[in-house]
């Protein structure tokens, strides 16, 4: 990122916000450009902004802003917006992304016991772990997710009241 931030209301808390938000998302796979994109989303103002303005408040260049943008869009953690009368594209992060995201556990969750069973399938000879660890897993989260999401929910009706 560079030092053109300043233009971007970008102050030195909300910089180590965005750094802090790619460093942890980088950690876990997703990327340093994407997890700024989602830092950078989180704390600007306003909270829907163009391509170019993204790329200029990051110092990344236009490619790697459209690719990370289509990617979180695919994944749902970004969304395109339109203002009326204005050709350009904004995003955002989505309303209560964060909930919304965990929430789409389940899909996961159905997911993996897919693989899991086909997995049990075609068993391999050796370190039946490989397999078997992931039909365990699956197993802890198709029992514990459904407390755990009606538990969400309840903290966030008592959190909204």
Same mark, same amino acid.
């Given at each position: 990122?560079?030092?053109?931030?300043?233009?971007?209301?970008?102050?030195?808390?909300?910089?180590?916000?965005?750094?802090?938000?790619?460093?942890?998302?980088?950690?876990?796979?997703?990327?340093?450009?994407?997890?700024?994109?989602?830092?950078?989303?989180?704390?600007?103002?306003?909270?829907?902004?163009?391509?170019?303005?993204?790329?200029?408040?990051?110092?990344?260049?236009?490619?790697?802003?459209?690719?990370?943008?289509?990617?979180?869009?695919?994944v749902e953690m970004v969304e395109k917006v339109r203002r009326m009368g204005v050709r350009t594209h904004f995003y955002q992060l989505?309303?209560?992304?964060?909930?919304?995201?965990?929430?789409?556990?389940?899909?996961?969750?159905?997911?993996?016991?897919? =693989?899991?069973?086909?997995?049990?399938?075609?068993?391999?000879?050796?370190?039946?772990?490989?397999?078997?660890?992931?039909?365990?897993?699956?197993?802890?989260?198709?029992?514990?997710?459904?407390?755990?999401?009606?538990? =969400?929910?309840?903290?966030l009706r008592k959190e909204e009241s």
């Amino acid at each position: 990122m560079t030092d053109d931030k300043a233009s971007h209301d970008l102050t030195p808390e909300r910089l180590a916000y965005v750094e802090r938000v790619a460093d942890y998302w980088q950690a876990g796979g997703l990327g340093h450009a994407a997890g700024a994109i989602l830092g950078y989303l989180s704390v600007c103002e306003p909270a829907a902004q163009t391509q170019a303005e993204i790329a200029s408040a990051l110092g990344l260049s236009a490619g790697t802003v459209s690719t990370q943008l289509r990617n979180l869009a695919g994944v749902e953690m970004v969304e395109k917006v339109r203002r009326m009368g204005v050709r350009t594209h904004f995003y955002q992060l989505p309303q209560d992304m964060w909930v919304r995201l965990i929430g789409s556990e389940d899909r996961r969750i159905a997911g993996l016991r897919e =693989l899991a069973d086909m997995g049990a399938d075609v068993m391999p000879a050796t370190r039946h772990d490989r397999i078997v660890s992931l039909d365990q897993m699956v197993r802890f989260f198709e029992h514990e997710w459904p407390l755990l999401s009606k538990r =969400l929910e309840e903290f966030l009706r008592k959190e909204e009241s």
